[in-house]
């Protein structure tokens, strides 16, 4: 158990429907990550924080996508107006001192129908 | 190009076989250098980081050649329990850019 915790795990959701993403990171991290996956992909990086501030997006990540960190403790993906593509394991991972290594929650799994 | 490649395999070898992954990076300036284990539908996982030098642990030993941008992993008296996809990692400024995995079945 790394200790990162991800909610929820699993979420079918119609297509054009909002969904939100939850992501607890280790208590002391102030390092997090939200990466999405695909089928026979490595993880691709969406968008990092230090404490509560965005430093890096991808631009993978369209307007239909935001994340949030507001007090440097857990964070939020949220993606509006969901699109068959958007389906995915959305894995988030926190990190202490930069450049040592990042530990991961377990994943959020998006269907959209 | 991308970041970091990677052969995807699949590699299928006998329990006891030793196998080697390699993988290739395209930024010279990146400072770190890590192999995750992923399980099928799990989240990757730390396996060990990669330094110059070489490092081992147990049956894992992990190569960094940085004239060559290039990482290997190697895996003796493979188990069943090896049985996985592995990620070669690369950290660049702020960003860990993943291999699209190379993945491992370790057969009876």
């Known amino acids: 158990d790394t200790g990162v915790s991800q909610n929820p795990r699993h979420k079918i959701t119609k297509r054009g429907q909002n969904v939100t993403f939850r992501c607890d990171p280790i208590s002391e991290h102030n390092r997090l990550y939200w990466y999405r996956q695909t089928l026979g992909q490595g993880p691709e990086f969406l968008t990092y924080f230090q404490n509560e501030a965005q430093l890096e997006k991808s631009r993978l990540l369209s307007d239909r996508f935001s994340a949030e960190r507001p007090k440097g403790s857990f964070s939020t993906l949220e993606i509006q107006r969901t699109e068959q593509g958007d389906s995915a394991m959305y894995l988030c991972?926190?990190?202490?001192?930069?450049?040592?290594?990042?530990?991961f929650g377990e994943g959020s799994w998006l269907t959209v129908v | 190009r991308k970041e970091v490649e990677q052969d995807p395999g699949p590699f299928n070898v006998p329990e006891g076989a030793t196998v080697a992954f390699n993988c290739t990076y395209s930024n010279s300036a990146s400072q770190s250098f890590f192999w995750y284990r992923q399980d099928c539908r799990k989240e990757p996982k730390l396996l060990m980081s990669?330094?110059?030098s070489g490092n081992e642990d147990g049956r894992f030993t992990a190569q960094l050649n940085r004239a060559s941008q290039y990482i290997s992993l190697l895996i003796r008296d493979s188990k069943l329990s090896d049985s996985a996809t592995y990620l070669c990692v690369v950290l660049t400024g702020n960003q860990f850019y993943f291999g699209t995995g190379t993945s491992l079945t370790v057969i009876p």
């Open positions: 990669v330094y110059s």
């Open positions: 991972a926190s990190g202490g001192d930069v450049g040592n290594t990042i530990y």
